[in-house]
C-alpha cells in the first residue's frame, strides 16, 4: 500500500460524536487526499493537501474538516458525524511527475455512524 | 462538466474472453486519464494510465483506446482471468490542480 496506514481501521460511532481519522505516510509525497467511497457514486474527493498546512476542499467537503501539521500526516475530522457520513475511507498519496499525477491509496477506513 | 460517466456498472464475461469498459468525459481541459483496479477490502490500485496525445496505449493484457473527439476512453482486457474479477475505475484530472474526478466504477466478475 505505498507506505500509507490508516487509522482505526474500523470505527462505529454515534451521531453527534466527533471522529477522527488518520493517514501516515512514509514517502514523503507532497500531495495528500481524503476520498470517501459509497456504492453507485465511486469515489469523491472530500479534501485534499498541496503542503503542511495548505489544504483545500473537495466536492463533498460539508460536514468535514482535515489538518495536517507534518509532511507525513493527514487528519480528517467529523466534527459531528451523521448517518449519512457511513462511508469507507480512503486515503491518498501523490507525487507530482513530469508525465504523471499517480495517486496511492492506503487500505481505508470503514465508518458506521448508529 | 466535471463528470465521467463510466458504463456498464456491472460486466460478466467468461474466462478468456475480452471485457470492455467504457468512459465518457465533457471538460476538454482533462489531460490525464487513468484506470484503477481495486479489490474487495483494499484500495484502488494504478493499472494504467494515458494521455489524450496518443489514442491507445498497451500494457500486458490491458488496453486503453482514447477517442479525442468524441470524448470517450475504454479500457479492454484481453484474455479475461479469473484473477481480473475486481471492480475498475476510471478517472480523469486536468493538470492545475492535479485532482482526480471519478467514473462511479464496474463490477468486472470473470467466471472460470
Known amino acids: 500500500d505505498a507506505g500509507i496506514t490508516q487509522s482505526p481501521r474500523h470505527k462505529v460511532t454515534e451521531t453527534g460524536t466527533p471522529v477522527t481519522l488518520r493517514c501516515h505516510q512514509t514517502e514523503n509525497h507532497r500531495y495528500m487526499y481524503w476520498y470517501r467511497q459509497d456504492p453507485g457514486h465511486g469515489l469523491r474527493l472530500i479534501h485534499y493537501?498541496?503542503?503542511?498546512?495548505?489544504?483545500d476542499k473537495g466536492e463533498v467537503s460539508d460536514g468535514y474538516s482535515v489538518s495536517r501539521s507534518k509532511t507525513e500526516d493527514f487528519l480528517l475530522t467529523l466534527e459531528s458525524a451523521t448517518s449519512s457520513q457511513t462511508s469507507v475511507y480512503f486515503c491518498?498519496?501523490?507525487?507530482?511527475?513530469?508525465?504523471?499525477?499517480?495517486?496511492?491509496f492506503g487500505p481505508g477506513t470503514r465508518l458506521t455512524v448508529t | 462538466q466535471q463528470q465521467v460517466k463510466q458504463s456498464p456498472q456491472s460486466l460478466i464475461v467468461q474466462k478468456g474472453g475480452i471485457s470492455i469498459i467504457n468512459c465518457a468525459y465533457e471538460n476538454t481541459a482533462f489531460d490525464y486519464f487513468p484506470w484503477y483496479q481495486q479489490f474487495p477490502g483494499k484500495g484502488p490500485a494504478l493499472l494504467i494510465a494515458?494521455?489524450?496525445d496518443v489514442s491507445e496505449k498497451k500494457e500486458g493484457r490491458f488496453t486503453i483506446s482514447f477517442n479525442k473527439s468524441a470524448k470517450q476512453f475504454s479500457l479492454h482486457i484481453m484474455d479475461s482471468q479469473p484473477g481480473d474479477s475486481a471492480t475498475y475505475f476510471c478517472a480523469a484530472s486536468r493538470g492545475s490542480n492535479y485532482q482526480l474526478i471519478w467514473g462511479a466504477g464496474t463490477k468486472l466478475i470473470i467466471k472460470p
Open positions: 493537501s498541496y503542503g503542511v498546512k495548505d489544504t
Open positions: 494515458i494521455r489524450p
Open positions: 491518498a498519496i501523490s507525487e507530482v511527475r513530469v508525465s504523471s499525477y499517480e495517486q496511492y
